[in-house]
């Protein structure tokens, strides 16, 4: 059992033996290391419950708890404070047990569920852009969490293929190429196998023809028009949908690659396109769905809603089918045929509105029953050194490819600049900087809050020192290269003996703390207590290393200890890492 509980345990048990709440024992880890190693503040509460000064009732507690060979001291500090002191061998044991243990003190959860991560998402005809970072970096990350602690994890990143866009642009290259088969109806096949459009055309062409819909209503409508024949199965326009939606796909692949990112299922709007007609059928049916001005909606409103939220739209005046359609026969497909009891949607908080919309629609239809979790993770804006969202020098959206290139050329130059890698061929050198660019470019977002927006600081996130992910990657590398100098001299870790200096016990101390740090990140869904905790722990091993000289120890049975240490901090250190995504080269 993890420290923390185990303590928990010991001072709830005494708040037992008062007859008072056993919860009351929950402990903290001491806000100041001369309060002890952990603080209870459960006295307070249950003052109120007993009709007792807090202090009396702390000091009660104080006097139980004290016996427990666990405790070194204990003491009452303010309105009634209990600090405890771990004991020293206790310690020791707690940490010898987990250089054993392949999960690090963190248990596997035991209610294990299936979770769907929906996240990444970008759309047919637009090349990756800084607008998927943040959803691709923090999803992955969530999803990484969720696996560790022993969920099936479910990776989709949901791409949207099924929208207006795309008939926007069928009507566009019609335009530019009437003469193409894809848009004769009498055209009986087969299609050319070769793409009439690449990823550059469709980029092109696809902001010129929104500006265009944009300005002029019989554009928008012929686009609409396109769009529901598409759905409704159009061949010519499935065949060239077809090219479209591969072209994009396989550019995008190659950015979640270059990322370090991958999915179990690549499914899309598309993929639910066979559900859909059913699932209306019988929204009509149960009298969910109705007819409003032409379209077919369900209204999701509520008698205590403080806004308006307006009807999820099923199908447009049209016939066509929309982003929340295809959202809400996905939660179906996800929920019957996936057995998904979690669904966790990773996308920017703009789109809180369209969600709060989708889940009132499952929830009132019963697509999600009351047992199936489904969560907007949002999260803010990745803004440039202006306060606004992040953009070219020129004024443009920043491709996905161009900021991993312009990360890894200022790795590139840290690595010179900090004489790192000097020496390695140009293969390994050029690989550790891409390593070392990306793990800037993950670090520096998630530490941040994920639903706070933050400036992209190339400078600082590429730095070796401070908070930063190549900070933590080069002290990992650090790490492994003390293990390998000690191995070359025949010194190998050992058991744990119990602390004998101030910096070996708190790096022991903060050891112990892993299961509460990945615990809270479940919970919150939230990386970035991950990467705090992870740069904390570097620097408690920092000044534990400047302070015990390992290789010089003359007392062979501290000295295999302290290796202990640092290959558990090691470990430590690179499941952290490896749960934000981020890679530690063997060397540097
Ligand atoms: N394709 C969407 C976009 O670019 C993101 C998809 C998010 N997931 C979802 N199930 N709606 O905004």
């Given at each position: 059992?993890?420290?923390?509980?185990?303590?928990?345990?010991?001072?709830?048990?005494?708040?037992?033996?008062?007859?008072?709440?056993?919860?009351?024992?929950?402990?903290?880890?001491?806000?100041?290391?001369?309060?002890?190693?952990?603080?209870?503040?459960?006295?307070?509460?249950?003052?109120?419950?007993?009709?007792?000064?807090?202090?009396?009732?702390?000091?009660?507690i104080a006097e139980i708890v004290g016996r427990a060979p666990e405790v070194a001291a204990?003491?009452?500090?303010?309105?009634?404070?209990?600090?405890?002191?771990?004991?020293?061998?206790?310690?020791?044991?707690?940490?010898?047990?987990?250089?054993?243990?392949?999960?690090?003190?963190?248990?596997?959860?035991?209610?294990?569920?299936?979770?769907?991560?929906?996240?990444?998402?970008?759309?047919?005809?637009?090349?990756?852009?800084?607008?998927?970072?943040?959803?691709?970096?923090?999803?992955d990350s969530v999803a990484r969490i969720f696996d560790f602690v022993g969920h099936r994890?479910?990776?989709?990143?949901?791409?949207?293929?099924?929208?207006?866009?795309?008939?926007?642009?069928?009507?566009?290259?019609?335009?530019?190429?009437?003469?193409?088969?894809?848009?004769?109806?009498?055209?009986?096949?087969?299609?050319?196998?070769?793409?009439?459009?690449?990823?550059?055309?469709?980029?092109?062409?696809?902001?010129?023809?929104a500006a265009r819909c944009a300005d002029d209503p019989e554009w928008a409508a012929k686009?609409?028009?396109?769009?529901?024949?598409?759905?409704?199965?159009?061949?010519?326009?499935?065949?060239?949908?077809?090219?479209?939606?591969?072209?994009?796909?396989?550019?995008?692949?190659?950015?979640?690659?270059?990322?370090?990112?991958?999915?179990?299922?690549?499914?899309?709007?598309?993929?639910?396109?066979?559900?859909?007609?059913?699932?209306?059928?019988?929204?009509?049916?149960?009298?969910?769905?109705?007819?409003?001005?032409?379209?077919?909606?369900?209204?999701?409103?509520?008698?205590?809603?403080?806004?308006?939220?307006?009807?999820?739209?099923?199908?447009?005046?049209?016939?066509?089918?929309?982003?929340?359609?295809?959202?809400?026969?996905?939660?179906?497909?996800?929920?019957?045929?996936?057995?998904?009891?979690?669904?966790?949607?990773?996308?920017?908080?703009?789109?809180?509105?369209?969600?709060?919309?989708?889940?009132?629609?499952?929830?009132?239809?019963?697509?999600?029953?009351?047992?199936?979790?489904?969560?907007?993770?949002?999260?803010?804006?990745?803004?440039?050194?202006?306060?606004?969202?992040?953009?070219?020098?020129?004024?443009?959206?920043?491709?996905?490819?161009?900021?991993?290139?312009?990360?890894?050329?200022?790795?590139?130059?840290?690595?010179?600049?900090?004489?790192?890698?000097?020496?390695?061929?140009?293969?390994?050198?050029?690989?550790?900087?891409?390593?070392?660019?990306?793990?800037?470019?993950?670090?520096?977002?998630?530490?941040?809050?994920?639903?706070?927006?933050?400036?992209?600081?190339?400078?600082?996130?590429?730095?070796?020192?401070?908070?930063?992910?190549?900070?933590?990657?080069?002290?990992?590398?650090?790490?492994?290269?003390?293990?390998?100098?000690?191995?070359?001299?025949?010194?190998?870790?050992?058991?744990?003996?119990?602390?004998?200096?101030?910096?070996?016990?708190?790096?022991?101390?903060?050891?112990?703390?892993?299961?509460?740090?990945?615990?809270?990140?479940?919970?919150?869904?939230?990386?970035?207590?991950?990467?705090?905790?992870?740069?904390?722990?570097?620097?408690?091993?920092?000044?534990?290393?400047?302070?015990?000289?390992?290789?010089?120890?003359?007392?062979?049975?501290?000295?295999?200890?302290?290796?202990?240490?640092?290959?558990?901090?090691?470990?430590?250190?690179?499941?952290?890492?490896?749960?934000?995504?981020?890679?530690?080269?063997?060397?540097?």
């Amino acid at each position: 059992m993890p420290l923390r509980a185990h303590l928990s345990g010991i001072v709830g048990d005494a708040f037992a033996s008062l007859g008072l709440d056993r919860g009351l024992g929950e402990v903290v880890p001491a806000t100041r290391p001369e309060f002890g190693d952990f603080q209870c503040n459960g006295a307070m509460a249950a003052a109120k419950a007993a009709g007792r000064p807090p202090r009396e009732i702390a000091a009660e507690i104080a006097e139980i708890v004290g016996r427990a060979p666990e405790v070194a001291a204990v003491d009452v500090a303010g309105p009634g404070f209990i600090n405890l002191t771990v004991a020293d061998h206790h310690l020791g044991s707690e940490v010898d047990a987990l250089t054993r243990d392949e999960r690090l003190g963190v248990p596997p959860t035991d209610r294990p569920e299936t979770v769907v991560v929906d996240y990444g998402g970008p759309n047919v005809a637009k090349p990756m852009h800084v607008g998927h970072l943040r959803a691709t970096i923090i999803g992955d990350s969530v999803a990484r969490i969720f696996d560790f602690v022993g969920h099936r994890v479910i990776r989709d990143p949901h791409f949207g293929d099924w929208g207006l866009q795309m008939g926007m642009l069928i009507v566009e290259l019609q335009r530019r190429r009437p003469d193409l088969p894809y848009f004769d109806p009498d055209f009986t096949g087969p299609y050319p196998e070769e793409p009439p459009v690449t990823l550059d055309d469709l980029q092109e062409m696809y902001p010129e023809v929104a500006a265009r819909c944009a300005d002029d209503p019989e554009w928008a409508a012929k686009a609409r028009r396109a769009t529901v024949e598409l759905q409704q199965g159009r061949p010519g326009y499935r065949a060239l949908w077809e090219h479209m939606v591969r072209v994009s796909q396989e550019s995008q692949r190659r950015d979640f690659a270059d990322l370090g990112v991958t999915f179990d299922v690549w499914y899309s709007e598309s993929t639910v396109h066979d559900r859909v007609g059913p699932m209306i059928e019988r929204l009509r049916r149960d009298g969910f769905a109705e007819e409003s001005e032409g379209a077919l909606i369900i209204r999701v409103d509520r008698p205590d809603d403080t806004r308006e939220i307006p009807p999820l739209i099923l199908v447009t005046t049209d016939g066509g089918y929309l982003y929340g359609t295809t959202d809400l026969a996905t939660i179906e497909m996800r929920v019957q045929d996936m057995g998904a009891r979690l669904i966790l949607y990773v996308v920017d908080a703009r789109q809180s509105d369209h969600f709060e919309q989708v889940f009132r629609a499952a929830r009132k239809t019963g697509i999600a029953p009351a047992d199936v979790g489904l969560e907007h993770i949002r999260f803010g804006t990745m803004n440039g050194p202006d306060g606004k969202p992040f953009k070219t020098r020129e004024g443009g959206v920043v491709r996905l490819r161009d900021l991993i290139e312009m990360v890894t050329a200022a790795a590139e130059r840290r690595l010179e600049e900090a004489d790192i890698a000097r020496d390695y061929r140009a293969e390994e050198r050029s690989r550790i900087a891409r390593q070392v660019g990306l793990a800037a470019l993950k670090f520096g977002d998630l530490i941040n809050n994920r639903v706070s927006d933050y400036v992209f600081d190339l400078d600082r996130f590429t730095s070796f020192e401070g908070k930063t992910g190549p900070y933590l990657q080069y002290g990992a590398v650090r790490i492994q290269s003390i293990l390998r100098n000690a191995a070359a001299r025949g010194m190998e870790p050992g058991p744990i003996v119990p602390p004998s200096v101030d910096a070996e016990r708190t790096l022991m101390l903060w050891l112990t703390r892993l299961p509460d740090v990945v615990a809270r990140a479940l919970d919150l869904r939230a990386p970035n207590g991950v990467a705090e905790f992870a740069y904390d722990l570097t620097s408690v091993f920092n000044r534990f290393y400047e302070r015990c000289h390992i290789l010089g120890e003359e007392d062979p049975a501290r000295r295999a200890s302290w290796l202990s240490l640092v290959r558990l901090t090691l470990d430590e250190l690179s499941l952290l890492l490896g749960l934000l995504g981020i890679d530690v080269p063997d060397r540097m």
